[in-house]
């Protein structure tokens, strides 16, 4: 693997202080040690509580803002269903620093563990939404009292020695690509029950009343039980008494730079925002392209469909994501470094994406096939350059500034994110305007321009 960016604090303090969680941590991070499967399972459970409520939402999220009678007409659905989706990056956009200091501060395992409680409670509190209003605060205080995210990275690369710095990473990267897939699912096939399942939930029910709650119920169960699971987590932020500082210090010079001026760390968070505003709007415009009718160039899917699409290259993916991020993708990290890595899997993507217009004119089986194989791939890459953007920005900066770096890069990136689905959501619904335009046209002319061709 390549040098670290601007150097890593990897070395062994001299002092060592019996009741400091850092230094008790250290035997796992000594040239050697065994990979803290323990540990990265759990870790890798945490990830998955953030990753869910980001993208539960997306296939019924059409239906949601139609049931709120918000849309004067169907074309102006996704503008309104892109504010919702840009509510959470929007309120983690201004908090994200400050979770990140406080992990500095106080420690990473409590900000993971208030941030899975903001999933309990405020995810819940989406799923019962009556109003756009409603449904538009509820995403803003989930993104706002989530700040996790920032600090698991940081602990991902302060349990693992260098050796296994790449496979502790990759295990953050791959829960998160699994939420990110298992969450539409979920919401795919569990919103709207009493419609989709009347047998089992009747009319008149509870789940009748509120058809978003069902799904919103199975996240925040999940949530709970990684709640239990991160208290299992032992703590990595050193914390030495006051009195012992300077002692330390004599022995090993602090080497500390403004993160503002450290260009490693700009030019890796750089490339994660860029790529994350990417994601997120893929994300969004997919759920809505699919749902939308053919006449506008979407799939005429139901959300069951969508959710279909997500599961079937959710579950062939899987196993194949988990045994390429854990053994290839940490071997091929040490071998040509994290930087080649992601520059091959972003450019990869470009070919894959450009396909997608052309597939509402397939039908049946050659629509599935199409569709499934550029889903799966999409996702691979995907998986792999979050992967390398993560690593990238751990290894720029040293402990005592690795929350503080993760909390500001996912506040930007958070930036990107809230103007990704907003976005996404208002360029969509512009091009379902001008399917014959000649100047930016919709997908009717792109395949007769393909067609002519």
Request: glycine share 8%; aromatic share 12%.
């Amino acid at each position: 693997m390549e040098e670290p960016l601007l150097g890593r604090d990897r070395q062994q303090p001299e002092l060592e202080f019996p009741d400091c969680p850092g230094c008790q941590i250290w035997r796992l991070r000594e040239k050697g040690s065994p990979p803290p499967l323990k540990q990265l399972v759990s870790l890798g459970f945490v990830v998955l509580c953030n990753a869910l409520p980001i993208s539960v939402l997306y296939p019924f999220l059409y239906f949601m803002v139609r049931d709120f009678h918000v849309a004067k007409a169907e074309s102006d659905i996704g503008f309104y269903a892109g504010w919702i989706g840009s509510s959470f990056m929007a309120g983690r956009f201004f908090t994200a620093v400050f979770w990140g200091y406080l992990a500095d501060r106080i420690g990473r395992r409590p900000v993971m563990v208030l941030g899975i409680v903001s999933v309990l409670v405020f995810n819940t509190l989406f799923g019962v939404s009556t109003s756009f209003t409603m449904a538009l605060v509820t995403r803003f205080c989930l993104g706002s009292f989530n700040g996790m995210l920032g600090p698991v990275k940081a602990y991902a690369s302060e349990i693992c020695s260098d050796e296994h710095q790449a496979l502790g990473v990759s295990v953050v990267g791959t829960t998160w690509g699994l939420g990110l897939i298992v969450g539409p699912a979920l919401g795919g096939f569990l919103s709207q029950p009493a419609v989709k399942y009347p047998n089992v939930f009747h009319h008149g029910s509870l789940f009748a009343r509120f058809p978003y709650l069902l799904q919103a119920l199975v996240v925040s169960a999940i949530a709970l039980l990684g709640l239990c699971m991160c208290f299992t987590l032992p703590e990595t932020l050193h914390k030495h008494p006051k009195r012992d500082i300077s002692a330390a210090e004599d022995k090993q010079p602090a080497r500390k730079q403004s993160i503002l001026k450290n260009w490693p760390f700009l030019a890796s968070t750089t490339v994660y925002c860029l790529w994350s505003l990417h994601d997120i709007a893929y994300t969004e415009i997919f759920s809505l392209w699919a749902v939308s009718p053919r006449l506008q160039g979407g799939l005429s899917f139901t959300s069951s469909d969508v959710g279909e699409v997500l599961a079937i290259s959710g579950e062939s993916l899987c196993f194949a994501m988990l045994v390429f991020q854990l053994t290839i993708f940490p071997a091929v990290a040490n071998m040509l470094g994290p930087i080649f890595m992601t520059r091959i899997s972003a450019i990869l993507a470009i070919p894959i994406l450009c396909i997608y217009p052309l597939m509402s004119k397939l039908e049946n089986v050659w629509l599935w096939v199409v569709l499934l194989t550029a889903s799966v791939l999409k996702f691979v890459l995907t998986t792999a350059t979050m992967t390398g953007s993560f690593l990238l920005i751990n290894n720029s900066v040293t402990q005592e500034q690795r929350g503080a770096a993760n909390g500001l890069s996912l506040s930007v990136v958070s930036l990107f994110k809230a103007l990704g689905p907003a976005g996404g959501g208002s360029v969509f619904a512009w091009a379902q305007k001008r399917q014959h335009a000649a100047f930016l046209p919709g997908e009717k002319q792109v395949c007769k321009f393909v067609r002519r061709a």
